[in-house]
């Protein structure tokens, strides 16, 4: 995962997301119907913030964080839209590795919606990544990942089970749930007209994993 913010501030800024479809991924409203988000909610890459947004009208308290500045601009924007007072901050979810850097706070459920595979080739940041939410879930909390499955080809980062298992392997978690589940993104043109064979804008449902991980009191 590149640490230039800009490189991330360049999607939201041209709107060439394509994971930003304007609403919530239909797999995490089924966690929330299923009860599986519960207390104090960490939305880490929140992006356009659509997961904050429609959490926070449901009644949670939802932190929406992000480590591009032009994407919590589009995600407050998209609150203000909505009418929503959902709650936004900058902050490199890699830096919480440090026990020196100070928390957002603490949190019973963390939603990760197509982060975690962002790292999928970066062992050395999906072990940051890990160490800090171990930082932030408190004991008994839960690790929600929704991540791009390579059981599937297509376009972005897609990783296979076995990442997610070993980056949750140690006394701190408990992996409860590994199964395959779909992510919802958009059609966008590349340059050759192919990106997913579908014209701009078009929902593209595509094979995921969905996780759910135990935070183990130590």
């Given at each position: 995962m590149t640490r230039d913010p800009q490189t991330w501030n360049s999607v939201y800024d041209d709107d060439t997301a394509p994971w930003v479809i304007g609403e919530p991924q239909p797999a995490v409203l089924a966690m929330e119907r299923a009860g599986f988000i519960g207390g104090r909610v960490?939305?880490?890459?929140?992006?356009?913030?659509?997961h904050t947004i429609a959490l926070t009208a449901l009644g949670y308290d939802v932190l929406g964080v992000d480590f591009s500045p032009s994407a919590l601009a589009v995600a407050r924007a998209n609150a203000a839209a909505k009418g929503v007072d959902a709650k936004f901050a900058e902050v490199d979810m890699l830096a919480l590795a440090d026990p020196a850097t100070p928390l957002p706070g603490d949190f019973d459920t963390v939603l990760d919606s197509a982060l975690f595979h962002v790292f999928g080739t970066e062992p050395e940041q999906r072990a940051d990544y890990v160490r800090g939410l171990a930082r932030l879930v408190v004991p008994g909390g839960v690790v929600l990942v929704l991540a791009l499955s390579d059981t599937q080809p297509g376009r972005g980062p897609r990783i296979p089970a076995s990442i997610i298992r070993d980056s949750f392997t140690g006394p701190d978690w408990a992996i409860e749930d590994l199964t395959l589940s779909t992510y919802r993104g958009r059609g966008l043109n590349d340059e050759d007209g192919d990106a997913d064979q579908l014209p701009s804008g078009e929902p593209v449902d595509t094979a995921a994993?969905?996780?759910r991980v135990r935070r183990v009191a130590s």
């Open positions: 960490l939305d880490p890459g929140t992006g356009a913030g659509e994993w969905s996780a």
